[in-house]
Every structure is written in structure tokens, then in C-alpha cells.
């Protein structure tokens, strides 16, 4: 998508008609260039019906994000936040890491990216994160902690309370975590969480903490996606305001880091262990090496490794190329 087809969408987002003469004359290009911008947009989960002598009608029109409104709906002073919006980028926790000025950086103006559209959107494991067009809330932000990276073991584990909180604030219930960081309703993904730190030996260090939450995924996206997966829209009925749902979610994550930054994993310990949609189920936990251990999993230490009671002993584990199953 280039600059001319969010010209368009942006004409088109009151879902009635706009003749291509109408948007070509407002827009002040061609009525090809038109047509041109918006071939091939549906694989971004846009709905466009076009009908002779009519014009274009955008079947699916989306809330934009809107600095003001998320600002507004986060009950933190918003001289807190640089937020910044794009129509499109490749994804948001490059952007932050390719941005980084590590001397200008300190948690009262936290660097905040959101995008519409994230074209090479990454999760963990060098998997892709695949979404469409304003169809999730795809944001990252920058946080400094005076720790080495080393003590940072458990961090992507309390973002994931952020978010359960900010859900059953506003009674979005039963949403559940999986070790270390997936956000699940009913064993479905439901949102990720991508963090990429950098940092001195003794310290400071720095988070770039990407989330990628699913809103009302369109069919073409949700056929990319190779696993279980689900949004908002399916489990509340409704089709939920992002610009809401962010600035709850930059507060409770502001709360929740300079918690974390005091007092460490340990104190987030039992919340996080409640949340645990695995905790008492006896799983598979793959290991970098490809070794798979089978145990049942008994609560995260205070690193945030998980523990597993198996045959031979109670062990925990933390790193490397982890996956759960259900026995
Ligand atoms: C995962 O579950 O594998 C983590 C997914 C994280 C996706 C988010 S979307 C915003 C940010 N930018 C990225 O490229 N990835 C994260």
C-alpha cells in the first residue's frame, strides 16, 4: 500500500460511495492512479466493493488510530508518552531499535510506535507476526532500566499481566497466559509480545517491548496465521475501540514497568502464576537442542523460568527455543 491508497481509505472510511471522479478530483491524481492504489488491497484484509456508475465503497472501514484519543484514554499524564503514528511501517520494534539513542533516552518521555499497517511484522523465534490493515493494535515502546540485561529475566512475563489487567478492565474475563509470554482465550493467541534488549554489562540497559494484539483479524489474515488463533471482536461481540485499549494499556504498562524495575519478577510472581493457562497440566517443553522434556508444570521461580515436576526431579527452565503442547 503507498501514501495514495490511505488517501483514499481515508475518503472511503465513512462506508458510503465515492465516485473514482470524486476522489481523483479531491485527491488531485488520475482516476488510474486510483485504481492502481487499491489493486491487490484486499490481501490487507480491506473490503473495498467497487460498482459502475457508483464508484468505491469501503466495506469495512476502520476506527484510525488517534494520538489524541489514546492520550485521552490513559489516566497517565500524557507529557509522559512521545507517541508516534504511521500509516505503515515494516514493524514497530525496528523502527524503535533502528531509532535508538541510547544517551537520550529515560522513562519520563517514553518512546512509543504504532502503526495501521506492519508489513514485516516479527514475533518470537523469528517467526512472523501477520496482521492487516488496522485489524490489531501493533505498538512498541522503548524502556530504560539501570539493571544489566542479565536481571532482566522475567520481564516479558509481566507484560503479559499488563495486558490481562488492562482486559479485565474492561471485563474482557478468562484470558489466560502462556509461559513465557502469549496472551490466550480459550487456548486460541489472542495477542503477542516481542522484547529486544540491549545494553551495558553492569547497565543500563534497554527494552524495546513489542505487542501485537488481535482486534477483528479479517479471513485472509487469520489463513496466514499456522496456529490457533483469535481477537477481540470474537470474544466480546463488539467491535472494540483501539484508541481505548491503547491508552489503558500505556498506563498500566508505565505502572508496571517502573514496578518491575524496583522490585523485580519475584514480586509479580503468584499474580502471573493465576494467569498460567498451563499451571498444573503436564506438557512438552522443547528445548534449543530439540531435546523435549515431559513434566507438569509447577509455577515460574523468581526469574520467571518456568518449573516442571517430571520423573526424575523438579527442574526450571528459561532459555532457548521453548514450546508448550498440551499432553
Ligand atoms: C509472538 O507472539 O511471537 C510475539 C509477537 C509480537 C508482535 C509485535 S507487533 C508490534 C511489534 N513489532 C514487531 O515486529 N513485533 C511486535
Known amino acids: 500500500m503507498n501514501q495514495t491508497s490511505f488517501s483514499i481509505l481515508r475518503l472511503l472510511d465513512d462506508g458510503k460511495f465515492h465516485s473514482g471522479v470524486s476522489i481523483a478530483k479531491k485527491l488531485q491524481c488520475s482516476r488510474a492512479t486510483i485504481s492502481n ?26 476506527l484510525w488510530l488517534n494520538s489524541d484519543s489514546i492520550l485521552e484514554s490513559s489516566t497517565v499524564n500524557s507529557k509522559y508518552f512521545d507517541l508516534k503514528l504511521f500509516d505503515t511501517l515494516d514493524s514497530t520494534n525496528d523502527f524503535l531499535l533502528n531509532h535508538f539513542e541510547s544517551r537520550l533516552t529515560n522513562n519520563d518521555y ?20 501477520h496482521t492487516g490493515l488496522g485489524d490489531s493494535l501493533t505498538f512498541s515502546l522503548r524502556w530504560r532500566f539501570e539493571q544489566s540485561v542479565s536481571a532482566l529475566s ?33 487456548y486460541h493467541k489472542l495477542a503477542g509480545v516481542l522484547i529486544e ?52 494499556l500505556l498506563s498500566e504498562l508505565r ?17 502471573w ?3 498460567h493457562a498451563y499451571e498444573g497440566q503436564t506438557i512438552y517443553l522443547t528445548l534449543p537442542n530439540g531435546s523435549v522434556i515431559e513434566g507438569t508444570v509447577d509455577g515460574v521461580n523468581d526469574n520467571g523460568s518456568i518449573c516442571l515436576r517430571t520423573t526424575t526431579g523438579k527442574y526450571s527452565y528459561s532459555v532457548g527455543d521453548i514450546s508448550i503442547r498440551l499432553k
Open 255 to 271: 505502572n508496571i514497568l517502573i514496578s518491575f524495575g524496583n522490585y523485580g519478577f519475584a514480586y509479580f510472581k503468584k499474580e
Open 273 to 275: 502464576t493465576s494467569y
Open 110 to 129: 517514553i518512546p512509543v510506535v504504532a502503526t495501521e499497517l506492519q508489513t514485516n511484522g516479527r514475533g518470537r523465534l523469528g517467526r512472523t507476526w
Open 37 to 62: 492504489s487499491l489493486k491487490h488491497i484486499d490481501t490487507f484484509g480491506v473490503d473495498i466493493a467497487k460498482l459502475s456508475g457508483r464508484g468505491y465503497r469501503w466495506c469495512n472501514p476502520i
Open 154 to 186: 522475567g520481564l516479558s512475563l509481566v507484560i503479559g499481566i499488563a495486558i490481562i489487567r488492562v482486559f479485565k478492565s474492561l471485563s474482557i474475563n478468562n484470558v489466560n497466559l502462556k509461559w513465557p509470554n502469549d496472551i490466550l482465550f480459550d
Open 197 to 248: 534488549l540491549r545494553g551495558e554489562i553492569l547497565g543500563p540497559s534497554f527494552a524495546v517491548i513489542g505487542m501485537g494484539i488481535n482486534f477483528n483479524l479479517s479471513e485472509i489474515v487469520k489463513s496466514a496465521i499456522d496456529q490457533k488463533a483469535t481477537d477481540l471482536s470474537v470474544i466480546t461481540g463488539e467491535c472494540l475501540n483501539r484508541n481505548f485499549v491503547f491508552g489503558a
